[in-house]
């Protein structure tokens, strides 16, 4: 990697792409320190302090302590990736949004125009929510119109900016903008929470339990990020032969290519619903300032990640055992919308491709399905033990982080992603050389 990023810098091109994406994530961190006029962030920081649901910390580590710090970038770009899953989705299920996907680039820029629009629209919806719902509660210094119009406001333009700056880095910058972004989110706040698992597990003990104790926590750590990348990495390619065919006077065709199936199929969109459904409630309960108690109160605590795996009271990890149904099922509903294989084995059989031992039609489409499910199935298992293990050791060791399995997914795929990105523009650059030599 750190090759690559060398070799990167001597080409002109290449090295102008990577400041100008340094510079934007600078401009970014500075945005998450300016607050929202009529704010107190003392009152919020003192509230956030005093939740026990998982929710918000996670939300505050992909907004890279924005949401702590209620900044005018406090929304950061949930609202455009909440935006982006939702078209997706609309993609598949209204088949205008189809047949603008299928016209091409003309098309994807229709889709791109109607996701901004989205966004705006959410981003005034959590604007708002989070401006009259906290600022009851006292967030505003004065709860009055004027004061939450403002809150509103700021809040929405700071998402839009966000969204700006993500789409400039795509066009201008090295890799997807917006997952550029949302990692330096994340990664903003790993050195404090590393800080904070060594000062609970590691300084201040016996020289023995202390050495153990980091090499556990490297450990997990290594591993976990080892199985995030054999995940992303797994592929199962199935063989298509062409069978030849004359055109005019020519004899064309009787190529073999692949079909690549990625072992994690849906990639973090089954960990993210499911993380969503199940903090939910607890997010609107915190807005309409509910404490959570009598029977709805317990419900809550089922839901709540912080009470999984408590070894003082192992009733309530019932609620992770739905979480990882829940991701399964994401995993295979996901899968299901974005992957069509009776459409994937009619387009082979247009095109005269079929798999060795396998007929055209129907009995490919039966095949690519039997594959597809036992991939997801593996692939769901994989995302289901990266999500939970940061759950079992808050649970029984009180290990508190504001990143986890999910966190780790996103900062490997995407770095991964972009290096594949540079290697390839470094290749395109370099093509007339490797012809020469």
Not at 367 to 385: D, M, P, Q, S, W
Request: aromatic residues 10%; glycine residues 8%.
């Amino acid at each position: 990697m750190l090759t690559t990023l060398r070799n990167a810098f001597k080409i002109k091109e290449i090295r102008t792409k990577i400041l100008f994406t340094l510079v934007m994530l600078v401009v970014i961190r500075l945005g998450s320190q300016l607050p929202v006029p009529g704010v107190d962030r003392t009152y919020f920081s003192t509230w956030f302090a005093q939740q026990t649901g998982d929710a918000f910390s996670f939300f505050d580590a992909i907004t890279g302590g924005s949401f702590l710090n209620m900044s005018i970038l406090a929304l950061n770009i949930s609202p455009y990736i909440t935006s982006s899953i939702i078209m997706q989705l609309l993609t598949i299920a209204i088949p205008k949004l189809e047949e603008m996907q299928r016209d091409g680039e003309d098309g994807r820029k229709k889709i791109a125009s109607i996701t901004r629009y989205v966004t705006v629209v959410l981003a005034v919806v959590q604007a708002s929510a989070m401006s009259i719902g906290f600022g009851r509660q006292g967030l505003l210094v004065t709860f009055n119109a004027l004061n939450v119009i403002t809150c509103i406001a700021a809040l929405t333009a700071g998402s839009a900016f966000m969204m700006w700056v993500g789409e400039r880095i795509t066009e201008k910058g090295i890799g997807n903008g917006i997952s550029i972004v949302l990692v330096i989110n994340i990664v903003s706040r790993l050195p404090q929470d590393l800080a904070n698992l060594f000062d609970q597990f590691v300084f201040g003990k016996a020289p023995a339990t202390a050495v153990l104790a980091a090499c556990i926590i490297v450990l997990i750590i290594i591993l976990m990020v080892v199985l995030v990348i054999v995940l992303n990495a797994g592929v199962r390619k199935i063989p298509v032969q062409y069978a030849k065919k004359v055109q005019g006077r020519k004899m064309v065709g009787g190529q073999t290519s692949n079909i690549p199936l990625k072992v994690n199929t849906s990639g973090v969109i089954p960990v993210i619903f499911a993380s969503s459904i199940m903090q939910t409630p607890i997010i609107i309960c915190s807005f309409l300032g509910y404490q959570g108690t009598g029977f709805w109160g317990e419900v809550l605590k089922y839901l709540n990640q912080n009470y999984w795996c408590n070894r003082s009271q192992p009733i309530y990890t019932i609620g992770m055992l739905v979480y990882i149904l829940l991701v399964i099922f994401f995993a295979y509903f996901y899968t299901s919308i974005t992957f069509n294989p009776l459409m994937v084995a009619d387009n082979m059989k247009k095109q005269g491709g079929f798999i060795p031992g396998i007929r055209p039609g129907k009995p490919t489409s039966d095949y690519l399905t039997r594959v597809l499910n036992y991939l997801i199935f593996i692939g769901a298992v994989g995302l289901v033990i990266i999500a939970i293990l940061p759950f079992i050791f808050s649970g029984l060791f009180g290990a508190h982080v504001s990143f986890g399995g999910t966190s780790l997914i996103i900062i490997v795929s995407v770095i991964l992603e972009t290096m594949k990105q540079v290697e390839s523009q470094m290749l395109v650059r370099n093509y007339k050389g490797f012809l020469n030599d």
